[in-house]
């Protein structure tokens, strides 16, 4: 233990012994959550330290306050807390260190990337002191090559989340939009693909009411989508409602973190997480072994011949059939982020919409056809188009309404036993079938704003 002017700094592993002392800590924050009210009138958090003695488990510490803004305000995992006059307790087998408001204090500094030793946030009672520099100085040393001893099995992969369940996922940041109200989405990957979803809708509901391409209230911007790997599931995270106003302004683009006990669930047959007032944030070094493992993974992937296929994909359907058979498949990212306004990619997609939703319509007066279908993979929805020529050859010609309606009801996953029709409700699976598009532009002078897809060199033979 190191002695300082009139009271001791303990090391963590010293500190767990001293049950119902006080003690002081400094220590680096390694996990914290959203504050929250207590059962009285108090606010509350709680963070867990850790230091080069006890850096496993480390140690939380609970603080209460009269109010939200007298609490700790983290402002990036891996910041230092110093603590004076805190309680060493226990509940349920876990030490713990209780910051009592009459007589405790605390201060915040900068992480590893501090410049200097200013607390940048500071308890009533607080009083610095010269020796602090040292403490501070040498936790920034030591965490530069800190590496959390974590277990893999701890955690889940996007490929893991199961619809309402309370999960621990680690990923990488790759872009955080802020939308309205102070609210913020966050787009966490770890390069897996999410599990595919049922899609629960009317097949009427798609003309005024279809299926969005994104969860995001509008789309991102080109320029950062070309900055999303080609596979690998985006997962799109929100705050609770109840948290809209504690937006996590400590995330950085490009940080791995760990999100404890977030809540995943399907919301348009996409995936999304939730953060919910008993969601914590657990620092992540960019070098870790889990995150080296995953982009290694992810790599390994990328370099396979069949790394574009789906992984819940085994083999896709015989429900269609394609004319470049040897072409290598593209992900609908690909397809997006292609530097070239007009290509031709070769997919393995799910078609989860159509529009018109009977097939009486798919014609127009004029005998041509005209038909707009929602292709989902595991990296973005978009929306592509039957037309013309294209289309009479998806569709081998212009075959009596039975028989294109029986292969549409494969297509889109309808079951065989289903007799339900368009206007009522059904649970489907589309199968994962392969298809050609072409992306072309309708105004020249604004080729990548009018860019647009249309399927061709497919035909649909299921049924």
Not at 47 to 71: C, H, M, Q, T, W
Not at 197 to 212: C, F, G, W
Not at 337 to 342: G, H
Request: proline share 5%.
């Amino acid at each position: 233990m190191e002695e300082r002017d009139d009271y001791k700094f303990l090391k963590l592993r010293d500190a767990v012994t001293c049950l119902n002392q006080k003690v002081n800590l400094i220590g680096v924050v390694i996990e914290f959550g959203f504050p929250k009210t207590t059962k009285g009138t108090d606010y509350f958090c709680s963070v867990r330290l850790i230091d080069e003695s006890y850096s496993d488990e480390g140690i939380p510490v609970n603080f209460f306050a009269e109010n939200v803004e007298k609490l700790p305000f983290i402002a990036s995992p891996g910041d230092i807390v110093q603590l004076s006059r805190v309680v060493i307790k226990t509940h349920d087998g876990e030490v713990y260190a209780l910051f009592n408001k009459k007589f405790s204090s605390f201060a915040l500094y900068e992480g590893v990337d501090g410049k200097d030793f200013v607390p940048y946030q500071v308890s009533a009672r607080f009083s610095s002191r010269e020796l602090d520099k040292k403490f501070i100085g040498d936790l920034r040393k030591w965490f530069i090559n800190f590496q959390d001893n974590l277990d893999p099995n701890d955690f889940q992969l996007i490929s893991e989340m199961k619809e309402g369940q309370r999960h621990n996922l680690v990923g990488k940041i790759l872009h955080i939009s802020k939308v309205a109200n102070n609210n913020c989405i966050i787009f966490l990957w770890d390069g897996t693909d999410a599990p595919k979803n049922n899609i629960q809708t009317k097949l009427i509901d798609e003309m005024n009411t279809p299926l969005p391409l994104q969860l995001e209230p509008n789309p991102l911007p080109r320029d950062v989508l070309c900055t999303f790997p080609p596979v690998g599931t985006v997962l799109r995270v929100f705050l609770d409602e109840g948290n809209r106003n504690l937006s996590p302004s400590f995330l950085r683009i490009g940080q791995w973190i760990n999100f404890v006990n977030i809540v995943c669930e399907v919301h348009a047959g996409l995936w999304r997480g939730i953060l919910m007032s008993f969601t914590k944030f657990r620092c992540i070094a960019n070098n870790s072994r889990y995150a080296l493992t995953c982009l290694s993974s992810y790599e390994e992937r990328v370099s396979s011949n069949f790394g574009r296929t789906p992984t819940s994909c085994e083999s896709p359907s015989t429900v269609t059939e394609v004319d470049h058979a040897f072409v290598p498949f593209a992900s609908l990212m690909d397809v997006i982020t292609y530097a070239e306004v007009t290509a031709k990619f070769k997919c393995i997609v799910r078609v989860v919409a159509v529009l018109p939703f009977q097939v009486e319509d798919f014609v127009s007066p004029l005998g041509i056809y005209r038909v707009r279908l929602t292709l989902e993979d595991p990296t973005a929805r978009i929306f592509a188009f039957l037309y013309n020529e294209d289309a009479e050859k998806f569709f081998e010609g212009h075959p009596p309404s039975n028989v294109l309606r029986r292969k549409m009801k494969k297509l889109l996953g309808v079951g065989e036993d289903d007799q339900s029709n368009e206007t009522e409700y059904t649970v489907r699976d589309p199968p994962w079938v392969t298809c050609c598009l072409k992306s072309y532009y309708i105004d020249k002078n604004q080729a990548w704003e009018s860019r647009r897809y249309r399927i061709c060199d497919t035909r649909l033979v299921g049924g």
